[in-house]
């Protein structure tokens, strides 16, 4: 079956950095988009960024410029850097394929915090 399990969180000043890790086990890892999503408790768990098979990347809006996605198909592994971490970046964060399959398996999570 399926395993997603992420790393890489913990607390962090305002303006620091962190880099998840996300390792993939039971899927054809290379074959698909792979993302991560954030949800802070009571809200929707929100796409931040994909990585197509072909490293093609996206971003929402409030990520650009300061969060970058990456991939090892080697290590069945997906990276988010996180550059410039602000106090709205509070979450936890997820990884899985994007579009996300009709009946999704999560993993743990990692939670990130930002604050001084």
């Known amino acids: 079956q399926v395993q997603l399990v992420e790393s890489g969180g913990g607390l962090v000043q305002p303006g620091g950095s962190l880099r998840l890790s996300c390792a993939a086990s039971?899927?054809?890892?290379?074959?698909?988009?792979m993302a991560w999503y954030r949800q802070v408790p009571g809200k929707q768990r929100d796409l931040v960024a994909a990585i197509t098979s072909g490293g093609s990347t996206n971003y929402a809006d409030s990520v650009k410029g300061r969060f970058t996605i990456s991939r090892d198909n080697a290590k069945n592994t997906v990276y988010l850097h996180m550059n410039n971490l602000k106090p709205e970046d509070t979450a936890a964060y997820y990884c899985?394929?994007?579009?996300?399959?009709?009946?999704?398996?999560w993993g743990q999570g990692t939670q990130v915090t930002v604050s001084s």
């Open positions: 039971g899927i054809t890892f290379n074959i698909y988009t």
């Open positions: 899985n394929r994007n579009p996300l399959p009709r009946v999704p398996s």
